[in-house]
């Protein structure tokens, strides 16, 4: 936005002493988090553009300002010891989304298991839902930890995505 430019905001707050009205733009449009649901499912290919790298991973930017974590271990089928090793910022990805945790607002994506052809996946898929139990809605049954940054399993084989099993299944 500029000087001059016709903007839609709800009014914050007011502050009679300083003067100063404090308005927003972004609560005027629809929070992407209430339907995610319905744009991505486990399992869908996705294209976006690497907007930030860390060293336990690569964020990538999806669409309606959401952006997924491809963790460390799903960048490549071999272990990534950099991250800039395998991604660069502003580079476009494709990858698969393994997990979706509404709640804490987080989309896990590999992009080692978007080059994995329909039967490997479904194969994949069917191994998590044995170990997890029958899912729903394309999602996995929800787990008791849960965090999309998080790939690694307690020992008992309880997982927490379909990247931890991927990760398992490269092992």
Known sequence: MKKGDD????????????????????????????????????????????????????????????????HVSQLAEQRVENVKDV?????????????????????????????YDAERLQAEISSYDRIKGPSTGGAPAPSAGGSSSSSSSSGSGDFNSLGDLLDKAGN
């Not at 929070?31 to 976006?48: A, F």
């Not at 494709?94 to 509404?102: F, M, Q």
């Open 87 to 115: 991604v660069k910022v502003g580079q476009d990805v494709t990858a698969r989304v393994i997990k979706i945790d509404k709640e804490d607002r987080r989309i896990g994506l590999s992009i080692k298991a978007a080059n």
């Open 7 to 70: 903007v839609e905001a709800i009014v914050l707050d007011v502050d009679v002493d300083q003067q100063r009205i404090s308005l927003g733009v972004k609560q005027t449009q629809t929070d992407p988090w209430s339907e995610i649901d319905r744009k991505y499912r486990i399992g869908d290919l996705v294209t976006g553009k690497v907007s930030k790298i860390a060293n336990f991973g690569a964020f990538i930017e999806l669409s309606d300002e959401i952006d997924g974590l491809v």
